[in-house]
Structure formats: C-alpha cells, structure tokens
C-alpha cells in the first residue's frame, strides 16, 4: 500500500486512450514523461515529435501556432508571453551589436523604448524614420542596415504604408522586412503574400479578440522563423498553455469578428465625418483617408480603429472622452468591447509639440477601437456624447 502522498501525486494521472476530445485539451504540464531513455535521444537528434519542457513547446501552444500559420500564409508560427515578448525575441534573434535597424517614426511606444532604451545599450543601432523615408528606403539604407521594421495601418492615425513597396527594397538589399500586423489581423491584411519576411502581431487584441489574453506571435519561413525559437527558448518568452488555448478559441471566430469590426467601423467613420461637431476622421475605409487607395490595394477589409479629432482642442476631447456610455475609457484594442482612449494620454503620452506634429497627433484627438455591439447604439453613444 502506498502513502497518501504517493497516491495523491500519481494515482490517475494516465493517458485513458478512451476519451477523444473535439477540441485541444490544455496541456496543463511544465514536462513531459519518456518511457526510456532511448526516447530521450530520439528527442535530441530530432528524430522524435514527442515534447519535452512546456517553456521549449507544448502541444496546445502548438495547436495555436498550427492555426496562426495557416491564417497568415506562412511555414511557421510562434507564440509568446506578449506582444512584447515577440518583438524582442525576433529583434535579438536577428539582430547583433553593430546591426542597425530602420524603425518607422510612428510605431508602438513599447517597440520605441525596447530599441531606444533597452537594445541601443547592446549596441544594436535604432534609427527612426518618416512615412516618406519609409516609401524611399533605398534613400536611407546605409551597409549596417539589416532589418527594417514597421506598422500599416499606424496608431492612431491609421496611416498606410505600401508594403510591396517595401519588401521590394528590402529583398534588393538583402534586408529583413519586418511588419507590426496588429492593427489589420490576417483576415484584413496578409503580408506575407505581399513579401514582407516576417509578421509580428500582438495577440492581446484582435487575434484573441476578448480582452483576456495577453500574448504575441510571429509568423515567417521556417528559416527566419527558426533562430527565433532558439531564442525563445533561452529568452522564456513562450506563452503558456492556459492562454495558448484561450487565443485558440479565439481565433475560431477572427473571420466573423473582424467581418464585424470593420462593417461597425465603417459606419461610425461614416457618421463622424457627417458631424459637424467632429473636425479630421481618420479611417482607410473614408476616400478621404489620405491612404485610402494604399490600403484598398493591399487591405481586404479596413479593419476596427478609427480616430478623429475635435479641432486639436483637449477640453473637447476630455469631455467626448468622460461622457461616453457604451464605449469603455481603456486602453489597449481589438476586443468586443468597444474602447477609447485619448492619445495624449496613453500612445503620445509626455511627448512635445514638435513630437505630436511628426506622429500626426493632436492634443485633440480621440481613437476609438468600435467593437462588436450593435453599430446604431454606438452611434447614439457618440451622439450624446458630443452634446
Ligand atoms: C501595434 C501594437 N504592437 C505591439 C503591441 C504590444 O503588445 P502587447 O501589449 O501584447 O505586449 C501593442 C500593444 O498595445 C500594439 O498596439
């Protein structure tokens, strides 16, 4: 007879063989038992598919990164802790001391400081550049340039950038392109087809797509994609199993929310520009948007965020902001719940005027991810909401 403490650890942990589950179970385990040690080394020489240690890989995590490859077109998917946690373990998987990197000037504030901050100090060189630079890269390309990473549509202006148009200038330098697709989602934008190297999203928004999931993903060749596992390995920056299968659920409706995203987007675009309370809209999906013709070409739906702005005036801005109803005060984006948030507040925080002007920012604006309620009561909310 064994002790309690025994039987409590290992009675009825076996495989049953009898229940065949529909969907990927969580694989809730940090390891994974071998039969042998003749396994052990099959594993090591690459000659077996079994699983060793949940931070290398595991087999929800696995799930996910199956579905997030096929969506996007690619050989090969990874998924992290965070969108962060994807940004830099490609930056430092591709990137040594010396290697320069063009960033685009408009980008995510946390990719901003992760290069200016923290990846400057190892001697991997951030150079910031403008939407122009960006469309002439064969401009500013210098012999140390090895990656060029960007947004399309940008925060929160929603600007787009020709993204064949760099992956061409890419490709003829032998450099790595490399985009932040967060904004688009593979159901809208697929830039991969369009011959950027790698796609970095944040699956904190629309890929998980209900504000409870904190995750990152990178999707590429097998080859680019490869030094980044290594590197996720001794980084640690692997997703666990309990949110690998959230955002796997997720994912089983991106189509139908994303369809829905844009179609609500569309119409609060459409009647923000109507209002003449409300000054400059921004939305690809408007012909007024100035990139309204970019992302016709590249985009197959012009996705959920929109911004506009009240004449540059803050009082105006806070008051729209405070008096919302429906529309939640929150940063972040991408979920069911439609969301605002001030740009001087969150993205642009603490930046001076003469940096306001270069993101295309005023102290006025507001940005708003719609979600999926019913777009005529969203509308309403804007409506009282602008007095
Ligand atoms: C465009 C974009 N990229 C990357 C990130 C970072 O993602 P995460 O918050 O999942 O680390 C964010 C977060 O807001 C984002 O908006």
Excluded at 94 to 115: M, N, P, R, S, V
Excluded at 231 to 253: C, F, N, S
Excluded at 280 to 299: C, F, K, N, W
Aim: proline share 4%; with cysteine; hydrophobic share 40%.
């Amino acid at each position: 007879m064994k002790g309690a403490a025994t039987e409590l650890i290992h009675a009825g942990e076996v495989d049953r063989g009898v229940a065949t589950p529909l969907t990927t179970p969580i694989y809730e385990t940090t390891t994974f038992v071998f039969d042998n040690a003749q396994e052990v080394a099959a594993y090591n020489e690459g000659r077996s598919a079994r699983f060793l240690y949940s931070r290398y890989t595991n087999p929800t995590v696995v799930s996910v990164e199956q579905k997030l490859a096929a969506v996007d077109h690619a050989e090969a998917a990874l998924v992290f802790s965070s969108g962060m946690g994807a940004t830099a373990t490609i930056l430092l998987a591709h990137l040594k001391a010396g290697d320069e990197i063009l960033c685009g000037a408009a980008i995510y504030g946390g990719t901003l400081h992760l290069l200016h901050d923290l990846l400057a100090k190892l001697g991997i060189v951030p150079r910031f550049i403008s939407l122009d630079e960006l469309a002439n890269l064969d401009r500013v390309f210098t012999d140390r340039t090895r990656m060029v990473w960007f947004e399309s549509p940008i925060n929160p202006t929603l600007r787009c950038v020709d993204i064949r148009r760099v992956s061409e200038a890419c490709r003829a330098r032998g450099v790595t392109s490399v985009i932040d697709n967060t904004f688009a989602s593979p159901i809208n934008q697929l830039p991969l087809a369009l011959g950027i190297d790698l796609a970095m999203q944040s699956a904190t928004k629309y890929l998980n797509g209900h504000s409870d999931v904190t995750g990152g993903v990178v999707t590429g060749s097998t080859a680019l994609v490869a030094p980044i596992e290594k590197a996720r390995r001794l980084v640690g920056t692997v997703m666990d199993p309990q949110p690998a299968y959230a955002l796997g659920r997720g994912l089983k409706t991106l189509p139908l929310r994303v369809a829905k995203h844009n179609g609500n987007a569309q119409a609060v675009a459409e009647f923000l520009e109507s209002d003449h309370r409300v000054g400059q809209v921004y939305y690809p999906g408007l012909t007024s948007h100035p990139d309204h013709e970019i992302a016709e070409r590249q985009m197959s739906g012009f996705g959920g965020m929109v911004c506009f702005d009240l004449d540059g005036r803050y009082d105006r801005a806070e008051r729209v902001y405070d008096r919302l109803q429906i529309v939640k005060r929150a940063a972040s984006l991408g979920g069911i719940e439609s969301l605002i948030s001030m740009p001087v507040l969150t993205s642009q925080w603490g930046h001076s005027d003469e940096q306001l002007r270069a993101a295309g920012v005023t102290r006025g604006m507001l940005r708003l991810s719609v979600g999926l309620e019913d777009a005529a009561d969203l509308i309403a909310d804007l409506d009282q909401a602008l007095g």
